[in-house]
């Protein structure tokens, strides 16, 4: 049963405009949420996280947002460029040292120039 | 500053053989985690290590082996290669919240 769900296998979207990710939960008890990024051929490299304790978390171009009732997060990407076209994972634990992270499936992000 | 660095990046087997997966990392990490991904899905964790000398199972198990001798050494064993074992395997360790990954193996069984 998965845990950590991400709907959309892709996601198409012109340069400069807003790029939408999402991502569901059940497990009430994660509490802290990881979002990385993969490019062909390469590893996934952390992007941005999120504490159970907060709604919102922004880093320059990318902001992630967090609704616990719903159990839903997603990551905005705005002004879409380019270099954002990879996989996108989100990821969540329970608590910010726990030992493991559960993965979701991926989204496949086109950014269109 | 070289993170997690994984070899080989390639590798294919025959049904049965065996073979080690290196992972090594130089930030003193403590956690390292090995994590499978098969197309289209999303990363299983194989096996993790909080620590030198200590290791456990994750979501996926069977069919492998790991060791921590070391802080920096992680390695992953196959002990008799099947095609369910054909997937892109990524070694990553972890401290605080962020995880680092290394640049993967893909390792086919045929």
């Known amino acids: 049963d998965q845990q950590v769900k991400q709907n959309s296998p892709s996601l198409s979207v012109q340069e400069g405009r807003i790029s939408i990710l999402n991502c569901d939960y059940t497990?009430?008890?994660?509490?802290?949420f990881l979002w990385y990024k993969k490019y062909p051929a390469e590893g996934p490299t952390f992007l941005i996280s999120i504490s159970s304790i907060k709604d919102k978390n922004e880093d320059g171009r990318f902001t992630v947002f967090l609704n616990k009732s719903a159990k839903h997060l997603s990551l905005h990407i705005v002004p879409s460029q380019p270099g954002d076209s990879a996989v996108y994972f989100c990821?969540?634990?329970?608590?910010?040292?726990?030992?493991?992270?559960?993965f979701g499936k991926g989204t496949k992000l086109s950014v269109i120039p | 500053n070289a993170g997690v660095t994984q070899t080989p990046k390639f590798r294919i087997l025959k049904i049965g053989q065996s073979m080690t997966l290196q992972c090594t990392q130089d930030?003193?990490?403590?956690?390292m985690y090995w994590y499978r991904q098969d197309p289209g899905m999303g990363l299983k964790l194989i096996y993790y290590?909080?620590?030198?000398?200590?290791?456990d199972k994750g979501e996926v198990p069977n069919g492998y082996n790991v060791s921590r001798s070391t802080t920096e050494d992680f390695p992953l064993r196959l002990e008799l290669a099947a095609p369910s074992q054909t997937s892109v395997y990524f070694c990553?360790?972890?401290?605080?919240?962020?995880?680092?990954f290394g640049q993967g193996t893909r390792l086919t069984v045929v």
């Open positions: 290590s909080v620590g030198a000398g200590i290791t």
């Open positions: 930030m003193n990490h403590n956690y």
């Open positions: 990553a360790s972890r401290i605080d919240t962020e995880a680092f």
């Open positions: 990821a969540a634990s329970y608590g910010a040292g726990s030992y493991q992270l559960t």
């Open positions: 497990n009430s008890m994660f509490d802290y």
